[in-house]
């Protein structure tokens, strides 16, 4: 027999979610009700939001204005640690546009051999946390201590979950859908849940991959660095799959990037289906219809521009981008009718481009064509090399980012009249 209990809340309507499919020997009355409001909705918990290395202080920047209930926001390598609500997870997962994820501090303790690392684990109670019976996917890091081998440690950990389960007379059931991040460093243990699933850049708008493909949530970050003003004109004209052009339509009509994809957290049993269904339903009402469009996204290549408008259209982004088919290195071809704006250039890098001579000619012909088409537009130009500014007839601000384990540099300046 299905069950369905709705809990009024000081915060809200909460729906308990997964009754019908949990074990009947569990408790998952008003005792477990009340649990998860104790242990899980109630309660300021300890996240972490994982970024690009170089975004941590923008993400800082967008956590401080999320909500008057997040606090604690330290910036570290690699991200950002912050307190908050559980409510709060749920908006850094809906509207974080520099995050790849947000992690919920489940425990941490020192351990220096099997025995106390299976105890600890044992002492966590994973009926409150994951979906019954689930047994998560392992994520471990190794450094400078005594249980240093990431196999065996992944399965002491696994044994230790389905063992709880077991002990409680529930079948265990392995599932890729819920994340544990475990990290073991100087003998000391940090578990993590997942609460994100897919990696937040997976925005859930595109279906298709560019020539020199850049991850969203880096994206966005160029252009906050980049000042981009929603208001002025954006181009990019070697658009590929536009990315930059995506997340730049999200930000001028104010469109969450989390918006259009599910997250690992709607599978735990202290989700609150409704108050989900509140946060989105007033991130529609925010949403911003515009006029006309402000970003021309091009390419040369028309699979590409085919791609991407069905893509504007599939999600109603025809207000905010229009797509031409267009040679950036056609000196003949479309120039902006506009004295100012950004733009933005990812273009191809690595194998594309092997020699010394093609890497210098290459970027000389995209400084050229900078000062053709946008001379008094302001530039963010991503290269592969720290020295392609000394190709430039301009100057620029140098940013070091990381992509996918290559070393890149976002070159920000104004193209000279």
């Not at 004295?339 to 191809?348: A, I, R, S, Y």
Request: hydrophobic share 40%.
């Amino acid at each position: 027999m299905t069950v369905q209990i709705d809990i009024a809340f000081t915060t809200g309507i909460i729906v308990i979610p997964h009754l019908a499919s949990i074990h009947p020997n569990m408790s998952l009355t008003m005792p477990f009700a009340k649990r998860l409001k104790r242990h899980l909705s109630g309660p300021l918990h300890a996240y972490f939001a994982v970024t690009h290395p170089g975004l941590e202080d923008y993400c800082r920047h967008e956590l401080a204005k999320l909500s008057d209930t997040i606090s604690e926001i330290t910036e570290t390598k690699g991200g950002v640690l912050f307190r908050g609500r559980l409510t709060d997870m749920y908006l850094a997962n809906l509207c974080l546009r520099t995050a790849g994820r947000i992690l919920l501090r489940l425990s941490e303790f020192p351990a220096t051999n099997f025995r106390q690392l299976g105890r600890q684990m044992a002492a966590v109670p994973w009926e409150l946390y994951l979906p019954t019976g689930v047994i998560p996917e392992n994520k471990i890091t190794c450094r400078r201590s005594r249980l240093y081998h990431s196999q065996a440690v992944d399965r002491h950990v696994t044994e230790s979950i389905a063992s709880y389960w077991r002990a409680k007379d529930i079948r265990p059931i392995p599932s890729k859908t819920q994340t544990l991040f475990i990290r073991i460093e100087n003998d000391r243990v940090t578990l993590s849940l997942d609460s994100s699933g897919a990696n937040l850049y997976r925005r859930g708008l595109k279906k298709h991959v560019g020539k020199a493909p850049l991850r969203e949530t880096l994206a966005a970050g160029v252009l906050l660095i980049a000042g981009y003003d929603p208001q002025l004109p954006l181009a990019d004209p070697m658009c590929g799959s536009g990315t930059f052009s995506l997340e730049a339509a999200l930000i001028a009509k104010h469109i969450p990037p989390g918006r259009h994809r599910s997250f690992a957290f709607m599978q735990w049993p202290a989700f609150k289906s409704r108050q989900w269904q509140y946060m989105t339903d007033q991130a529609d009402q925010r949403m911003a219809q515009l006029t006309h469009p402000m970003i021309a996204a091009s390419d040369n290549d028309p699979v590409s521009c085919r791609r991407l408008s069905q893509c504007i259209s599939r999600f109603g982004l025809e207000d905010a981008i229009i797509v031409r088919q267009d040679d950036f290195f056609d000196s003949a071809s479309y120039e902006p009718n506009a004295p100012t704006g950004l733009v933005v250039l990812n273009p191809p890098y690595g194998r594309r481009l092997k020699t010394q001579g093609t890497i210098e000619s290459f970027y000389t012909a995209i400084a050229s064509q900078l000062q053709h088409r946008y001379r008094g537009w302001r530039f963010a130009l991503v290269v592969p090399r720290p020295d392609i500014p000394g190709l430039l007839p301009f100057a620029a601000q140098k940013t070091p980012l990381t992509h996918g384990g290559l070393k890149l540099t976002l070159l920000l300046g104004d193209v000279l009249k």
